[in-house]
């Protein structure tokens, strides 16, 4: 008898401790049966995170928050995880808390991070993204919707009618003109529907579109010509082809410029006919002696009559 009821006493405590690691792990408790590694992260707020709660990764669940602590030198809120084993975090990446609905319990999300960063180590220190807080977001939407509240209670029927009556005075005291707009507007459109009218030619006439589809077509049959030409001269066709392309008149332009670059600094330095006529200083000179007596008898000539030029012009002849 005693055997038995020890017995059964021993199966009762197993049963009790299985079905209690069994609430643990369904509720989500401190995982104190799974080997892991743990990092941290540190938020400005938690958001009514709680240990015990999930850490995923796009939304896998990879461990869970171990520790919650305030730290107050940094005045920030440390938050340890633990992580599955075969849970691979990086060095770069991110943490943050999420909620998985308005009234849903809150998360510790981490990115994946760059694949060429190292794997994060036990005792890791991840970076941090801070979410809005719910209950600030809360708060805003309260004081969009009061705003949106009293707007509406201002439009009284008062308000309504000093920001409408302008507008339907006008409307009554035109209706007439109003109304003869319209009947225009409908008459045009109807006239332009059956083609008549500039509008309505330009839309419907087989003759303006053909027309149009000529000049589209010489436009193009233009283009293709121009094309060509262009092609032409590419290959070095025709005059101006040559003029492009043929390497001889290139070098010819090249030794004419050459030559002409010579004669040039030639005639700078002075030398040949030009050159004296250009650079030398005797011969302006000369030049403006000759034109001074030139000048001077021009003005003898003048003063003497025209028998006494005939006269001279006869005793230089010898008669």
């Known amino acids: 008898m005693r ?4 017995t059964n006493l021993g199966i009762f405590v197993v049963i009790v401790v299985i079905a209690a690691w069994a609430v643990i792990e369904t509720l989500g408790g ?3 049966f799974h080997r892991g590694y743990h990092v941290g992260a540190q ?9 015990g709660d999930s850490v995923k990764m796009a939304g896998v669940e990879v461990g869970r928050v171990e ?3 305030l730290d107050e030198t940094n005045n920030k809120v440390n938050v340890t995880m633990k992580l599955h084993p075969d849970a691979i975090v990086r060095t770069d990446s991110k943490a943050v808390i999420k909620f998985t609905g308005l009234m849903g319990e809150n998360f510790v999300s981490i990115g994946f991070g760059t694949p060429s960063a190292p794997p994060a180590v036990e005792g890791a220190l991840l970076e941090t993204e801070e979410q809005p807080d719910l209950n600030a977001v809360m708060a805003k939407l309260d004081k969009a919707t009061s705003g949106i509240e009293n707007l509406t209670k ?13 507008l339907t005075d006008f409307m009554k005291q035109n209706s007439s003109h109003i109304g003869g707009a319209i009947s225009n507007i409908e008459n045009i459109t109807a006239q332009v529907a059956s083609g008549q009218g500039t509008v309505g030619k330009l839309i419907y006439d087989q003759s303006f579109y053909d027309s149009a589809m000529s000049t589209v077509t010489n436009l193009q049959d233009t283009v293709t010509q121009v094309k060509q030409v262009v092609n032409g001269v590419s290959a070095g066709q025709g005059t101006l082809g040559k003029l492009v392309t043929d390497e001889t008149l290139y070098n010819s332009t090249t030794a004419s410029m050459t030559n002409l670059n010579q004669i040039l600094l030639k005639i700078n330095q002075g030398q040949g006919t030009v050159g004296k006529l250009v650079n030398d200083q005797e011969f302006y000179k000369n030049a403006k002696l000759s034109l001074q007596k030139l000048d ?4 003898s000539l003048e003063d003497t009559g025209p ?9 230089a002849v010898g008669l």
């Open 307 to 315: 028998l006494s030029v005939i006269g001279t012009m006869l005793s």
């Open 154 to 166: 201002s439009f009284t029927p008062d308000t309504i009618n000093n920001l409408l009556g302008p």
């Open 43 to 51: 938020f400005d707020t938690v958001q009514e995170l709680k240990v």
């Open 3 to 6: 055997n038995s009821l020890e």
């Open 67 to 69: 520790a919650i602590s």
């Open 30 to 32: 401190v995982d104190l």
């Open 296 to 299: 001077k008898a021009t003005d």
